[in-house]
């Protein structure tokens, strides 16, 4: 399985962004797909993940009501809405495949990992 993350860029805060991952390679029929983020000097951080089959969607509390999580099942893509940027969540924004249908939020539990997009928010 490979993951191709793309869409970071440069932008305000309160301006918006989507974040694309691609997967291509054979999966389970069942697997979530995650968003996680990472700034220098912290660890791997949650932000949201998918239910690939039946769609259900979690999300950290710091990005909830802001971030929108969804999938294009045909494309086998996942995207990450983010709206309402704010420079703390200027990080290095990494797609994960989780090869079960459970959603868990811990990088461990993801099989698969995307090489990163980097989004810079600033004030």
């Known amino acids: 399985v490979q993951l191709q993350a793309c869409g970071g860029g440069l932008v305000q805060a309160g301006d918006s962004l989507r974040l694309s991952c691609a997967a291509s390679g054979r999966t389970s029929s069942s697997y979530v797909m995650g968003w996680f983020r990472r700034t220098p000097g912290k660890e791997r951080e949650f932000v949201a993940a998918?239910?690939?089959?039946?769609?259900?969607?979690f999300y950290a509390d710091s990005v909830k009501g802001r971030f929108a999580i969804s999938r294009d099942n045909a494309k086998n893509t996942v995207y990450l809405q983010m709206n309402s940027l704010k420079p703390e969540d200027t990080a290095v924004y990494y797609c994960?495949?989780?090869?079960?249908?459970?959603?868990?939020?811990?990088?461990?539990?993801?099989?698969?990992w995307g090489q990163g997009t980097l989004v810079t928010v600033s004030s």
């Open positions: 998918i239910n690939w089959r039946g769609g259900s969607t």
């Open positions: 994960a495949l989780r090869l079960s249908g459970v959603i868990f939020t811990a990088p461990r539990d993801y099989n698969y």
